[in-house]
């Protein structure tokens, strides 16, 4: 196996991303308290994760997009009471000021270090984290994300396009994440290599087995260098 090219997830493979969408959403909570306050009463911060959720169900053709699909939520709350286009800007910046506000798994910035000195990284995910705001972009030659590409992990489309941003086929690209049928299901059918990010001990699924497992990504660090050394 030649490895001339890696791509990573970013939510929960380099950060968890529960506690991050929780912070993000009580900055919310905040904002609106003081610059929305009826939008606030009417949905404190259960209530807008379910509109949110909402919204996401009823336009399955922005499953690609969560900003827009935050977005829809913040005019659904907005409108009745009066808030137009300015204060949905305004609501959305305070939540993703907070959203990029990462804390980092402990392995992650000597990792990223490593592994960006042996081959170019593509960060490549679901989700809306902007690596420039996080300060991770220089360990990354490129990105693609499902908002600008235009369809979400699995669809092997966007695996394809993380090969070609670097241009490398995608046997000789690892993909490397946290979730068995998004990120290692998705590549292996895109036809790069796979590796699971197995932070918490689950057991695997029914689903093809990844090349390799690692806990870490300190242990896909030392993977890399033992095989490049050889």
């Known amino acids: 196996m030649q490895i001339l090219a890696i791509s990573l997830d970013l939510d929960d493979t380099l950060w968890p ?3 991050i969408v929780l912070r993000a ?3 919310l ?5 003081e610059h929305c306050p009826s939008v606030a009463d009417a949905y404190p911060v259960a209530g807008m994760r379910a509109l949110r959720e909402r919204i996401a169900n009823e336009n399955p053709h922005l499953a690609h997009d969560f900003t827009e699909q935050r977005k829809l939520s913040l005019r659904a709350a907005f409108t009745p009471h009066g808030y137009g286009e300015d204060h949905v800007e305004a609501a959305f910046a305070a939540f993703y000021a907070a959203r990029n506000q990462v804390d980092l798994f402990d ?4 990792a990223l270090a ?5 081959c170019p990284l593509v960060s490549l995910s679901n989700g809306n984290a902007d690596l420039d705001r996080i300060g991770l972009r220089p360990h990354f030659a490129h990105s693609v994300s499902a908002r600008e590409f235009g369809k979400p992990k699995p669809a092997p489309e966007i695996f394809l ?3 070609a941003v670097v241009g490398v086929a995608p046997a000789n690209v690892l993909h490397v994440g946290d ?5 290692v299901r998705g590549a292996r059918e895109a036809g790069l290599r796979t590796a699971w990010i197995n932070r918490t001990g689950a057991a695997w699924g029914d689903l093809p087995e990844p090349d390799m497992s690692f806990t870490h990504l300190g242990e896909l660090a030392d993977w890399l260098d033992l095989r490049l050394a050889a």
């Open 17 to 19: 991303i529960a506690p």
């Open 25 to 27: 959403e009580q900055q």
């Open 29 to 33: 909570d905040r904002w609106l308290r």
């Open 107 to 110: 392995d992650v910035l000597p």
């Open 114 to 118: 490593r592994l960006s000195a042996r």
């Open 161 to 163: 396009a993380a090969c």
């Open 179 to 183: 979730d068995p049928l998004l990120d």
